[in-house]
């Protein structure tokens, strides 16, 4: 059997309280959120009395100060119980790290340990109802007037977006000078011109906020801005590596739980006198789905060691959540397959991983994207 070498004992012992939380606190809830469209935000402050938030943030901001590896095994468990409904990774891995790297030490102290202690649940707002994966012409716009910035525009697709209380949102600073124009400001949820959209009805993550945002002439304090003026664009690129492979994490363990499901349901159910794990054609299909699954996990573990030792470039991240992405959906719907009719119904775990499942080739740049990122990269060498 495979056996991965990523991880020490201290990973190990978070992972088996983790998994209890998820256990105790998430699965006998999660079908309820499912049907209200959101989690309670009483899962966000048992989280954070846990450590499940921020633990990479350091300790003089709430957080644990831990390696990315602690972040890793959050992700892992709630994929591998087919919970995705809490937002806890864009908290802690995409918005924490945006303030940690680039914000002032006003927003940072004032706002990571209320994000670490589950008190503040953070969004980031980039996509826009005309530009998706083409950030460089966002409409979005922030104009300065004396100490404030007056932040008018709309968003899509924002995760979090029913719950957060703050939103780093990209804006244009200087509307006539492309990607230079862009800075990311936090917009907290509470001001005056600032209104929730609908909460998105999706085909898959049922539980997961994701909402329209409208921004109407929102005034917020220049000591909002989160780095510098017009560098917006650089830090988002900056940042997409790591969003990029938390989705090939989340991936890999997704089809993980998905193998176990299939091989204990196949085992289980009976088709002309015996177990369909008996018949060659679910032997066949589920030793393609284990040896491509083997293969990826294999890559991405070692795209997870890049990132830990600083190497992970923005090519490697859009082929790891490329292929991530792409063997995701295809490994998932070969598992359903063997499920018949059962797996396509919402009570199994299989359907629901299958649904949420296709949302993994759009979000964080879509697959089309990432092959247009590998495919310069190439023309760039010869």
Known sequence: MFERTLFAEEHEIFRRSVAHFVDEQIVPHHSRWEKEGQVSREVWHEAGQDGLLCPTIPEQYGGAGTDFLFSVVILEELARAGTMGPGFSLHSDIVAPYLLHYGSEYLKANWLPKMAAGEAIGAIAMTEPSAGSDLQNIRTTARRDGDDFIVSGQKVFITNGQLCDIVITACKTDPDAGASGTSLILVETDRPGFERGRNLDKIGWKAQDTSELFFDNVRVPVANL?????????????????????????????VEAALDWTVEYTSERKAFGQSISNFQNTQFTLADV????????????RCIQM?????????????????????LCELLDDCLQLFGGYGYMWEYPIARAWADARMSRIAGGTCEIMREIIGRSLVGKI
């Open 290 to 301: 284990k040896s491509k699954t083997v293969m990826l996990r294999v890559f991405v573990d």
């Open 307 to 327: 990132h830990l030792e600083g190497k992970l470039d923005a090519v490697d991240a859009a082929i790891t959540k490329l292929l991530a992405s792409e063997m």
């Open 226 to 254: 989160v780095g510098e003026a017009g560098r917006g664009f650089i830090q988002l690129m900056e940042q997409l590596p790591q969003e990029r492979l938390l989705q090939a994490i989340r991936a890999v363990a997704t």
